[in-house]
Nanobody
């Protein structure tokens, strides 16, 4: 069992930056692929980024490539999402998720095993 708690969301102007954090409980954090997803009301949860167990491989949605960076610190049981050059269309609730396994095999939300409660990111124009 893994419990995930996101933090770092907030209100920022377009062009600004935010860093999201996701702290995980448990001693097996390094056994999970970690992902970030986002969701706006009335739409399905959308893949944003994922990172393999040791950070050796990362994957991004085209919409955030070059602006967002995912990273992890296994010693701190934490995964991060650095978001730069934010746009109003990045406004959403951002969720971190854990997928059992070492390598990234999916970007489908339903395949992830554990979820945090989400943190709101609002980008004003």
């Amino acid at each position: 069992q893994v419990q995930l708690v996101e933090s770092g969301g907030g209100l920022v102007q377009a062009g600004g930056s935010l860093r999201l954090s996701c702290a995980a409980s448990g001693r097996t954090f390094s056994s999970y692929v970690m992902g970030w997803f986002r969701q706006i009301p009335g739409k399905e949860r959308e893949f944003v980024a994922a990172i393999s167990w040791n950070g050796g491989r990362v994957l991004y949605a085209d919409s955030v490539k070059g602006r967002f960076t995912i990273s992890r610190d296994n010693a701190k049981n934490t995964v991060y999402l650095q978001m730069n050059s934010l746009k109003p269309e990045d406004t959403a609730v951002y969720y971190c998720a854990a997928d059992r396994g070492l390598m990234i095999t999916t970007t489908v939300a339903d395949r992830y095993d554990y979820w945090g409660q989400g943190t709101q990111v609002t980008v004003s124009s």
